[in-house]
């Protein structure tokens, strides 16, 4: 448990940096996950370069899924649109620093596919997103 | 009082550690219950000597199998006290027990405005068959409210009885509660109002002596895998009139008297809803089920329960930043779903496994009923036949635990 219950995790969990809303933003998603009922809404600012200049993430669930929403929020402020694109669920993985089963890789990877969602325009939050 | 040492000598699963080295502590039967060495050697034995496709055939095996599926039928019967086991049809599980009155007896009676009662504590298998045949026929759907004691307030049913239902359709015992409904006088008063009644009792049949004519029944739906059977089969109990005027489900073999090319003639009771090839060892596991729990005695598991369930509340309630949900102990079967302030209900779930204990978190198939307490979701332990107060300490041992690493 050690594992899965890292620090790093914990602490984004308890005390994270990015939670909030961003009024006005460019760019609003949000979705659940069905099975938990976990919920992650994103908001972003857009500069006219296409470069994040500022995001926040809202939403509710285990400490897999706030935590992964808190440092990929963190790890994107700055990034050009177009990198945002490329990310996949490693991504997540190398943020979180753990091996996840099946059931909670759907935790840790909601925020990434809210995220993906979002900066496609898309009208939902597919699982092929963070293949 | 249960031997419950030589109990657990009958399940091999209970032997086992986790993938963490840990013994196994399972506290999740309410979803699925694990299975005694009678049920395994049973389907075992099926598939080893009289494994043959069912009637019609004239050879030894196929006699021997058909023998062994009708027998459960009336091993099943009996464990319900059904006056026959034609009044047992075979379905995949509870769901597709709901989903075959939805079908057939619903689809044949209900029109356009009339009203179904259900209740706000149903599992989704008995919300979801009635939401579409609302979109399909326009019928109208009302609730009996869950009080915030986790009970449902009857004084609103006798309300909602005055716009003469033509359904009343809830669950015996609430699979996140607890809670044991009244199911007697809920049938009761819904037929004095003129209703049919339809009992989701996939929780009550593993865990109490259920009599569906002592009930009144009109219908009643259970699982074999949540009462020690195998997956894939339950039954639909149903009155002999009612079962006897509906149309069939589905279409197909062995649900036929006869066919010709562009008619037929379905099949009488209970083969008349049971199209194709069934699970034939399946059924076999589900009577040796039966058996096993006859054996035991349902009296002496409710109260090995009742015990088990009183004493996890009591432990669990001194327990700081700790709700548990339903009513007092002695309205409800063995179930605890809680919630632990600041700590998701999978976290709580995941860590508890490191140490080789079972629990479900989520809103296991009852979302409104989560809605309506404000709750995305809660931790549910459950309880059977073979769990002990031991186990319920180590759950309280493992729930401090996920409190000081969230600390």
């Known amino acids: ?131 | 009082m249960l031997n419950v040492t030589e109990i657990r000598r009958q399940f091999p699963i209970l032997q086992r550690e986790t993938l963490h080295g840990a013994r196994l502590v399972y506290l999740d039967s309410t979803a699925t219950s694990q299975k005694p060495l009678a049920v395994i050697e049973a389907m075992n034995t099926y598939y080893r000597r009289s494994n043959a496709n069912i009637h019609r055939g004239v050879h030894t095996l196929a006699e021997e199998a058909t023998a062994l599926y009708e027998e459960a039928r009336e091993k099943i019967a009996r464990f319900i006290n059904a006056p026959s086991a034609r009044q047992i049809i075979y379905t995949r599980n509870t769901t597709e027990a709901i989903n075959l009155v939805a079908y057939s007896w619903a689809r044949a009676n209900l029109k356009a405005g009339d009203l179904v009662i259900l209740t706000e504590m149903e599992h989704h298998s008995n919300l979801v068959p009635w939401q579409m045949l609302q979109a399909e026929r326009g019928i109208e759907l009302d609730f009996i409210p869950v009080t915030e004691a986790g009970l449902l307030d009857l004084d609103a049913y006798q309300t909602l009885l005055t716009r003469t239902p033509k359904l009343v359709a809830f669950t015996h015992m609430s699979n996140v509660l607890g809670t044991i409904n009244p199911a007697a006088d809920i049938i009761r008063l819904a037929h004095a109002a003129g209703a049919v009644t339809l009992v989701d009792a996939a929780q009550s049949v593993p865990h109490l002596k259920v009599d569906v004519q002592a009930l009144d029944a009109d219908f009643l739906a259970f699982s074999a895998h949540k009462m020690c059977g195998p997956t894939g089969i339950g039954a639909l109990y149903g009155k002999a009139d009612l079962l006897e005027a509906m149309p069939p489900f589905l279409g197909g073999g062995d649900m036929i008297k006869e066919v010709k090319l562009r008619t037929f003639r379905p099949n009488s009771l209970p083969h008349k809803f049971e199209a194709g090839t069934p699970a034939i060892a399946e059924a076999v596991g589900f009577g040796a089920a039966v058996d096993y729990l006859t054996s035991i005695g349902m009296d002496a598991i409710a109260a090995h329960e009742h015990e088990i369930t009183a004493y996890a509340i009591e432990r669990l309630e001194e327990i700081p930043g700790i709700k548990v949900f339903g009513p007092h102990a002695n309205y409800k079967g063995g179930v605890a779903a809680f919630t632990l302030d600041g700590i998701h209900p999978h976290d709580v779930a995941q860590i508890l496994d490191k140490n080789g204990i079972a629990i479900r978190a989520g809103h296991h198939c009852a979302q409104p009923l989560h809605e309506k307490f404000g709750i995305p979701a809660t931790s549910r332990a459950s309880f059977y036949l073979y769990n002990t107060k031991e186990e319920v300490d180590l759950l309280v041992n493992g729930i401090y635990e996920v409190k000081q690493m969230f600390g």
Do not use: W
Not at chain 1, 20 to 39: M, Q, R, S, T, V
Not at chain 1, 57 to 63: E, L, P, R
Not at chain 1, 71 to 85: A, F, N, Y
């Open chain 1, 1 to 131: 448990m050690d594992d899965l219950y890292r620090e790093i995790i914990i602490e984004h969990y308890k005390h994270p940096s990015y939670r909030g809303k961003l009024e006005p933003h460019d760019i609003y998603f949000a979705d659940n996950n069905p099975l938990c009922g976990d919920h992650i809404e994103i908001t972003m600012q857009v500069g006219a370069d296409g470069v994040i200049k500022d995001a926040r993430f809202d939403g509710h669930g285990c400490a897999i899924s706030q935590a992964s929403a808190d440092l990929l929020i963190e790890s994107i402020i700055g990034k050009p649109l177009e990198e945002v694109r490329q990310l996949n669920k490693q991504h997540i993985l190398d943020l979180l620093g753990i091996d996840l089963g099946p059931v909670r890789l759907k935790c840790a990877l909601l925020s990434l596919k809210v995220l993906k969602a979002g900066v496609y325009g898309l009208g939902e939050a597919s699982d092929e997103l963070v293949e």
